[in-house]
């Protein structure tokens, strides 16, 4: 059968719990992008070799991406500098400074000019796929990081893929997998696809390494993309409210999958299929993120008896000085759980059907006086990485075999949002399984300055997936209680008394008064809740119409219900 197909997912036989868009229109932006680094070499270095990439332009039948104006300056020019392309074609550019006893700046600064047009693709690529030039089939190959050889990897891929004609079918069926067995985690203990394949947790890279050794073992070219996401939001109209898009401003991984139809078309597995957005600029391309490992790379040598790694600082900004945007979306009765876009792509494909999960069964207020509450209680999205520095984090210096030690870049970027920027209010829901008496409600916080009190709203959900109902309010939190910290951590709303709840879901609601500056850390996609479940208002809105693709970090707690 031919459909219109957006975003792949899973089909609801019953009630549908499906966050299919099919998005429509596009973006036209132009970006002054700047990327400032500071390393500060360490004593008895001998040597130090700094390396960047040059983006170029790129074009596909979603994304298109110029770069004009690209400069690098150095605050202290190098002992020798070369450029050249590496075996991905790459355009490398590394710089050599003998003896270094300063501080060295670089600063990267260019103009990319972006655009994302959502239209109907057309795609009748066979599977197994066939036509693929000599070029592309490199992008087969496994590695450590992709190991498209492994048995179970090949074991799963051929499970999914069982009765896929055509390749996007093949490759819809498996990110369907991916969607639901991977939660987004920002500092995973690996990054290899085999430790997602196993846990179901990984960032940025382990959604890209996974997807690409299901692909590559069933014979689709894949190769892992780097480069950056600006934190620019764009608003996504769904006919029923708006729905507001926004990345993390720093260094991100995402795919390119080969179609003998339409060429290299990228994906971000995290929450996009067949396209990225303009808020994207691509860097460099390779096998995995081992082999793409070139800008931003730091090397070093050190004198017999030296110890200690460079100190080390980036700043990335962005600013638009041209953005339109005109986004779309429908939503559909079938697809995923979790948020997940596409273009309308007119292909064959087969749909999957599950049964959603059960509702849980509210409890009468008589019963919830009763019930003995006895058992500590904690839920929430409850993995962040506290009291990180995201300027100065890099990763532990590893030596090269040629002896050499080296920092690469990291994808540590700082995911939150502004929640006490005036004329904006967020609510977070959470939904119980079972009756609790609540006690407090955490929320992941980085306190930046100001003043004023913080306190948290509980509200029911009005049925339709918004804060309905109010029950009941913390207590104040003057802002002065917050401490200073070099990133995120938990900050605890008591809740007084006696506010017993029913199983079904809830809505916590940041407030404020004053001055506050604070930031409240999210999660890409949606980790813990429904896809409907972060949400925020405007002075001007009667109700929470406007939603949030992430899910904040949260902590409920109390005692449950024996």
């Given at each position: 059968m031919r459909w219109y197909f957006i975003c792949i997912g899973l089909l609801f036989t019953t009630l549908c719990l499906a966050e299919n868009y099919l998005i429509n229109g596009g973006q036209d932006s132009q970006i002054n992008y700047q990327m400032v680094q500071k390393v500060e070499p360490a004593a008895g270095t001998q040597k130090l070799v700094l390396s960047y990439v040059i983006p170029e332009d790129f074009s596909s039948p979603t994304y298109n991406q110029k770069i004009a104006g690209f400069n690098l300056n150095f605050s202290t020019p190098p002992s020798d500098k070369d450029e050249k392309r590496d075996n991905r074609g790459n355009k490398v550019i590394r710089a050599t400074w003998k003896q270094p006893t300063s501080a060295i700046t670089a600063t990267i600064s260019l103009r990319a000019i972006n655009n994302t047009k959502l239209t109907t693709l057309n795609t009748s690529a066979p599977f197994p796929p066939k036509n693929i030039p000599d070029e592309v089939r490199i992008y087969l190959q496994s590695t450590k990081q992709v190991p498209a050889d492994d048995g179970q990897i090949k074991n799963k891929a051929q499970q999914l893929v069982a009765g896929a004609k055509t390749q996007f079918d093949a490759v819809q069926k498996i990110l369907i997998w991916i969607v639901d067995h991977m939660n987004y985690v920002l500092n995973p203990q690996s990054y290899e696809a085999m430790y997602s394949f196993r846990t179901g947790k990984g960032n940025c890279q382990n959604y890209s390494h996974l997807a690409a050794a299901l692909m590559r073992s069933v014979g689709i070219p894949v190769r892992i993309v780097n480069g950056i996401t600006t934190k620019q939001p764009y608003d996504v109209n769904t006919g029923s409210g708006i729905l507001t898009m926004r990345m993390a401003?720093?260094?991100?991984?995402?795919?390119?999958?080969?179609?003998?139809?339409?060429?290299?078309?990228?994906?971000?597995?995290?929450?996009?299929?067949?396209?990225?957005?303009?808020?994207?600029?691509?860097?460099?391309?390779?096998?995995?993120?081992?082999?793409?490992?070139?800008?931003?790379?730091?090397?070093?040598?050190?004198?017999?008896?030296?110890?200690?790694?460079?100190?080390?600082?980036?700043?990335?900004?962005?600013?638009?000085?041209?953005?339109?945007?005109?986004?779309?979306?429908?939503?559909?009765?079938?697809?995923?759980?979790?948020?997940?876009?596409?273009?309308?792509?007119?292909?064959?494909?087969?749909?999957?059907?599950?049964?959603?999960?059960?509702?849980?069964?509210?409890?009468?207020?008589?019963?919830?006086?009763?019930?003995?509450?006895?058992?500590?209680?904690?839920?929430?999205?409850?993995?962040?990485?506290?009291?990180?520095?995201?300027?100065?984090?890099?990763?532990?210096?590893?030596?090269?075999?040629?002896?050499?030690?080296?920092?690469?870049?990291?994808?540590?970027?700082?995911?939150?949002?502004?929640?006490?920027?005036?004329?904006?209010?967020?609510?977070q829901t959470f939904i119980l399984q079972k009756p609790i008496l609540l006690t407090k409600a955490g929320l992941a916080l980085h306190k930046f300055g100001g003043d004023g009190q913080l306190w948290m709203e509980l509200f029911k959900d009005d049925g339709r997936g918004q804060p309905g109902e109010y029950i009941t309010t913390s207590d104040f939190l003057p802002l002065d209680a917050l401490k200073f910290s070099p990133g995120y951590t938990w900050v605890d709303f008591e809740f007084p008394g006696k506010t017993t709840l029913s199983p079904g879901r809830y809505w916590i609601a940041l407030g404020f008064t004053g001055s506050p500056i604070v930031n409240w850390f999210f999660t890409y996609s949606k980790s813990v809740g429904p896809p409907d479940g972060t949400r925020y208002k405007t002075m001007f809105d009667e109700t929470w119409s406007r939603s949030l693709a992430f899910e904040f970090n949260y902590r409920i707690q109390g005692l449950a219900a024996q």
């Open positions: 401003q720093g260094r991100h991984s995402w795919i390119e999958v080969f179609f003998p139809d339409l060429g290299w078309v990228p994906f971000d597995p995290q929450q996009m299929q067949l396209f990225v957005s303009n808020r994207f600029i691509r860097v460099e391309v390779g096998l995995d993120n081992e082999e793409t490992a070139n800008d931003g790379l730091i090397r070093w040598t050190q004198s017999r008896g030296s110890s200690g790694q460079p100190r080390f600082e980036e700043v990335i900004e962005a600013n638009f000085a041209d953005d339109r945007v005109n986004l779309s979306a429908q939503k559909q009765n079938y697809g995923p759980q979790k948020l997940l876009f596409s273009p309308p792509v007119d292909a064959t494909f087969t749909t999957i059907a599950v049964q959603p999960p059960p509702k849980p069964k509210p409890v009468s207020d008589q019963k919830l006086k009763t019930l003995q509450y006895r058992q500590p209680f904690i839920f929430g999205n409850l993995e962040f990485p506290e009291n990180v520095d995201f300027a100065n984090t890099r990763g532990p210096a590893t030596q090269t075999e040629g002896g050499e030690l080296e920092m690469r870049k990291n994808f540590m970027v700082e995911t939150a949002e502004y929640v006490t920027t005036r004329g904006n209010q967020y609510a």
